[in-house]
């Protein structure tokens, strides 16, 4: 969410197609005000596809992926120019119809890529970002790296 809320939108136009069914989902980490929220929760996937293409969106970056495979269907129709598979994918979609998979090194190695049915791009550190809304404590150093005994 933090790469969402962080976009630039002088440049870009953010729209988040939201699949969940519950009209009242939470959207509280949602701080980015120019950011558009579509429902399609309660459409086929033949429907959100439609959807979608009148949005005239021209990257569609899928955030579900195999968390919820029924949605694939989805990028079967080609609602946008380009498809790319983000988060919550670490592995090839199997899917032509996703021309780029965005990863990193830790999850995608080199000597796999040939298996990928998409372009994969690398990102220098993690795929993954994250962001918690709820007091944490600051990183440790590891007891180990200061000669103490391994902890568990």
Known sequence: WP????HDTD???VTLFDDSSNQQSQW???TNTDVQRVSTGNLSNRQAAE???AHEIDILVDLSAHSAPRRLGIFAHQPAP???AWFNQFATSGFTEFRYLIGDASVIRDNEEPWYDETVLQLPLSYLTFQT???VPDVATRPVAEGQ???F
């Open 28 to 30: 509280d980490w949602l």
């Open 51 to 53: 959807v979608i293409q």
């Open 82 to 84: 380009l498809s790319v």
């Open 11 to 13: 440049h870009f136009q």
């Open 133 to 135: 809304n709820h007091p």
């Open 3 to 6: 790469v969402i809320n962080a």
């Open 149 to 151: 005994p391994f902890v």
